[in-house]
């Protein structure tokens, strides 16, 4: 009787708890779809009055001119050059550093180097555009004597700086997993190491880097503040189209600059959103591709395929190289016939110093250039580390630390942007663990696969590469005007919650996945439930690993600028928020208002940045500090 | 086992003329892996176009010496050596040796096949390639002789451009053997060449053994008792890392010297 009675509300529990887990798996896929429809939903007028040709291909941007003009084409351009311009240098380095990481580096240093490129991953975007602002723009016009430098190629050197983690750490996945047995044959053939990561290594991984580098792409074109800060900003194609030291408009810079200050429901305003589902379908597009690329990297094997596509794909990867080379070469060519000789001169001797030479000297020549782009990143962020370091420190102060700021942030201190950065990443964190936990373990424990499991896969991979500021847009349009939060710590919390989800499902998923299947037998061969099973035995050893998704999460999030610039952020505060309704004060949006608003603030600007990295590398390093100590314990 | 019980080189059968046609010795070699020693001054000869098996339970050192034999173990982190192995007179662990021309000259069969994931011309192509060769006459050439050496020629010339992966386990093995075939070597190192095939392949390949002692000399590791009985000439039996007989495998077969191997043949352990 009383075991019946059990039985009955374990069964009520046991419905009801996978209810919930499928509810909040479901949460990524509608948040995508609703982001989806909102945008269009706000851009609607633009498309439907000028038309979507005239506005996607209109030569000139200018929404506040008589009349206004919305053509997105020079923002288009913009961010198509100035990204490509990114990988122009991002992706051979990033590549040669991966395999110097994998295959060429001292044993023993691999996790360092590692973390070395985790760092640089994890420096906020806001920082790097605060050292681009100051630093590097300030070099390209004193070194190429042009009138100001900010330009397209501070764009491209920022962004590709920016997007050499994600090349690094995907190429260097796909270069460690080739199976030893082919190295191993490669060796045995009498091939040099370096003939071996040639024509055996990248070709074995060549889907992966392929993957790496649209991934790097999809990061660099939405990326909004760091641009924003350095690329001048003109809606001008530069002319000629290879003039790097024009200035450029990007997409999401132009989000970043025109939304604050946009009427709402006017035609200006539903352009910007025309720009926001624009730069949503871009990104979509890449990150789809780079998907399908990482899924069927076991399929695809190198050289022999069949059908036209994987031929054409052979020939094209196959001859990545030769192909880049001659675009360079014609797009030099476009502005100056001595530099593109010169180039075509460089690269023929590449060329011949690469097949001529004895293969001994070619290996040599070979792991040098690795080394040295090793070398190079290492020293970019050694120097944006060294550079926030040495002018952030004199800054901090007590005061600094505790005061509120006078004097537009010229004097005073930080302490409402760092209390606001905190309640921001708590809030965003307390929303994002239970839905991001609740979806994790329904993908690895309860889903069956189907129909609905893949579009919920689907909208948590594209939740992923939403770009920043099109959170920002959808926060600001839906949170603060539609639910009339207004701008709001709240709304800011649930914009971060929305940005976080995909990284904590994941890795929750991760580590949820890696707790042996014998437990889960043992449990319930003992008589246990499912969600028994799940919270006594499955959830458990996965608190590492969740963890560490969480923090990286709350690194994301407390860095971020553009989510919380029109949705939570306000620049000056003279008490603590009291409540949820209330805007607040951070750290990345202070520096941003810092350095690009308020003339002989770049001290403060420094310090300001210097908290943040801090606070968000502090966090990192604490999740590497959980997978160290943990990854010790375990012995499964 | 004392030091002087390792039996030492082919001339317990054959006599003075055996140490003349050895193409490879080893000279009291030994081998740690970080602080554990994995062959303990090893000492034997491998005489050429003939087939030597290396036999003994698993973990005694088997696969740690044939990759020894080409310097296989040059991959591993943290490997150590002492002694000496000697191709064609020469220490291939001596200064100024280039790997890559000892590993041309003495190639390997792994104990999974593992042809790369390219078009079976150009698996058997890849080392000729590697050393500069381009001109397709040449490696049309190369890959008919060493796929008809290899026993395959007849099974793929058809579709040689067809990827590697599509064939069976023991095409593919047949593979790696031309594969390793086409640069001309002059010793072949198998670990266990047939332990990932069925019996049907394992005889094709025991076959291709025997035929390729004309040409080339073979060196094989296998766990299969009768399988060394059948291909080999010379036998050496390891256990933990020391070789503790090496002889004509018909004696070592018949009239072990040692109790060890007596009881290992008979199959009392291991
Ligand atoms: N990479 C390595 N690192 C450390 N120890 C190793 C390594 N490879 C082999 N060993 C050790 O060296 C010893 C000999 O190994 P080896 O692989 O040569 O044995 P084997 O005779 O080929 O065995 P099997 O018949 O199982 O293939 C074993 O004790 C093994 O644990
Ligand atoms: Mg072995």
């Known amino acids: 009787m009383e075991g019946a009675r059990r039985g009955k509300r374990n069964r009520l529990l046991e419905f009801l708890v996978e209810r919930a887990l499928f509810a909040s798996a479901l949460f990524s896929a509608v948040a995508v779809a609703f982001i989806i429809l909102f945008l269009f939903r706000e851009s609607l007028p633009i498309f439907l009055g000028p038309g979507l040709l005239d506005f996607v291909l209109g030569a000139a941007w200018n929404p506040v001119g008589s009349p206004p003009l919305f053509g997105a084409l020079p923002l288009v351009a913009g961010t198509a050059l100035v990204t490509l311009g990114a990988m122009v240098f991002a992706i051979p380095l990033g590549v040669a550093t991966a395999v110097f990481v994998s295959e060429l580096s001292p044993k023993g240093w691999k996790p360092l180097l590692k973390l070395c490129v985790e760092?640089?991953?994890?420096?906020?975007?806001?920082?790097?555009?605060?050292?681009?602002?100051?630093?590097?723009?300030?070099?390209?016009?004193?070194?190429?004597?042009?009138?100001?430098?900010?330009?397209?190629?501070?764009?491209?050197?920022?962004?590709?700086?920016?997007?050499?983690?994600?090349?690094?750490s995907v190429s260097e996945d796909a270069i460690s997993s080739v199976l030893r047995e082919h190295k191993e044959a490669s060796l045995s053939l009498g091939a040099t190491k370096w003939q071996t990561i040639w024509r055996v290594v990248l070709?074995?991984?060549?889907?992966?880097?392929?993957?790496?580098?649209?991934?790097?792409?999809?990061?660099?074109?939405?990326?909004?503040?760091?641009?924003?800060?350095?690329?001048?900003?003109?809606?001008?194609?530069p002319s000629p189209i290879t003039n790097v030291f024009s200035p450029v408009r990007t997409i999401t810079g132009t989000l970043g600059i025109e939304m604050g200050?946009?009427?709402?429901?006017?035609?200006?305003y539903s352009a910007l959103f025309g720009l926001a589902v624009l730069l949503f379908v871009i990104v979509l597009v890449v990150n789809s591709a780079a998907l399908f690329l990482l899924r069927h990297r076991q399929a695809g094997a190198f050289g022999a395929g069949r059908g036209m596509v994987s031929r054409a794909k052979s020939f094209l990867s196959g001859n990545m190289v030769l192909l880049a080379g001659l675009a360079v070469v014609a797009l030099a060519g476009m502005s100056s016939r001595a530099l593109a000789a010169s180039l075509?001169?460089?690269?023929?001797?590449?060329?011949?110093l690469l097949t001529r030479l004895r293969r001994?000297?070619?290996?040599?020549?070979?792991f040098g250039a690795m080394g040295a782009s090793f070398l190079l990143v290492a020293c970019a962020l050694a120097v944006i580390i060294y550079y926030v370091f040495s002018n952030g420190l004199p800054a901090i102060t007590p005061e600094f630390l505790s005061g509120f700021p006078g004097n537009s942030g010229r004097a005073g201190g930080i302490l409402p942007a760092i209390i606001g950065t905190v309640y921001l990443v708590a809030g965003a964190i307390a929303i994002a663990l239970p839905l991001g936990v609740g979806a994790a373990v329904y993908l690895a424990e309860y889903s069956r696969g189907g129909r609905i499991?893949?579009?919920?896969?689907?909208?948590?991979?594209?939740l992923n590469g939403v770009p920043s500021i099109v959170f920002g847009l959808f926060g600001f349009a839906f949170l603060v005007i539609f639910l009339k939060l207004g701008v709001s710590l709240l709304a800011g919390q649930l914009t971060l919650a929305l940005m976080v989800l995909p990284t904590i499902i994941r890795t929750s998923e991760e580590a949820i996945k890696s707790v042996p299947n014998s437990f889960r037998e043992g449990s319930l061969a003992l008589g246990a439930t499912k969600w028994q099973t799940v919270w006594r035995v499955v959830l458990p050893p996965s608190v590492p690993g969740i963890l560490t998704g969480v923090i990286l999460g709350m690194g994301r999030a407390a860095g971020e600028t553009a989510p919380i610039m029109f949705t939570a952020a306000v620049f000056s505060q003279r008490a603590l928020p009291s409540s949820e309704l209330e805007p607040v004060m951070a750290l990345p949006y202070h520096i941003y208002l810092l350095a690009t608003s308020v003339p002989g603030a770049a001290g403060n600007a420094y310090g300001a940045a210097l908290v943040l990295l801090v606070l968000v590398l502090g966090m990192y390093g604490f999740t590497a500090l959980i997978r160290a100590g943990f990854s010790g314990r375990r012995n499964w | 086992m004392e030091e002087g019980g390792a039996v030492i080189g082919p001339e317990n059968g054959a006599g003075a003329d055996a140490e003349g046609d050895a193409v490879m010795r080893c000279r009291g070699f030994s081998l740690w892996y970080g602080k554990v020693q994995a062959l303990k001054g090893v000492h034997f000869g491998v005489r050429k176009n003939k087939v030597t098996a290396l036999i003994g339970p698993s973990g005694c050192g088997k696969s740690t010496l044939i990759r020894a034999l080409n310097r296989m173990n040059d991959v591993i982190d943290c490997v150590r050596t002492e002694g000496e192995i000697e191709f064609l007179g020469r220490n291939v662990y001596g200064p100024g040796?280039?790997?890559?021309?000892?590993?041309?000259?003495?190639?390997?069969?792994?104990?999974?096949?593992?042809?790369?994931?390219?078009?079976?011309?150009?698996n058997v192509v890849y080392g000729l390639r590697v050393h500069g060769v381009n001109d397709r006459r040449v490696l049309d050439e190369a890959v008919e002789r060493s796929l008809k050496q290899a026993a395959l020629w007849d099974e793929v010339d058809c579709r040689l451009h067809e990827p590697a992966l599509s064939?069976?386990?023991g095409q593919q093995q047949r593979l790696c053997v031309a594969r390793a075939l086409a640069g001309g070597p002059e010793v072949l190192l198998m670990d266990e060449p047939t332990s990932a095939l069925d019996p049907i392949a394992t005889a094709k390949i025991e076959d291709l053994v025997y035929h390729l002692k004309r040409d080339y000399t073979v060196v094989i590791v296998t766990h299969n008792m009768q399988q060394a009985a059948r291909v080999s000439d010379f036998t050496g039996f390891l256990y933990l890392g020391e070789l503790v007989e090496f002889g004509e495998t018909e004696q070592v077969f018949k009239r072990p010297k040692e109790a060890l191997t007596e009881r290992y043949i008979t199959g009392s352990f291991g």
């Open chain 2, 97 to 122: 040796v280039d790997v890559t021309e000892l590993r041309t000259k003495v190639g390997m069969i792994f104990q999974r096949p593992n042809p790369f994931p390219m078009s079976i011309y150009e």
């Open chain 1, 261 to 268: 200050e946009v009427a709402f429901g006017s035609m200006h």
């Open chain 1, 453 to 462: 499991v893949s579009v919920v896969r689907a909208g948590i991979d594209n």
């Open chain 1, 344 to 352: 075509l001169v460089a690269f023929a001797l590449l060329y011949l």
């Open chain 1, 203 to 237: 070709p074995s991984a060549r889907s992966g880097i392929t993957a790496a580098v649209v991934l790097g792409m999809g990061r660099a074109i939405g990326e909004t503040m760091a641009v924003m800060m350095v690329t001048g900003n003109a809606a001008v194609i």
């Open chain 1, 360 to 366: 001994q000297w070619t290996e040599k020549i070979a």
């Open chain 1, 119 to 168: 760092i640089l991953a994890g420096v906020p975007s806001v920082v790097y555009g605060l050292f681009g602002l100051v630093v590097l723009t300030d070099w390209i016009r004193v070194s190429f004597a042009v009138p100001t430098g900010e330009s397209w190629l501070a764009g491209s050197v920022l962004l590709g700086v920016m997007s050499l983690p994600t090349i690094i």
């Open chain 2, 167 to 169: 064939l069976s386990g």
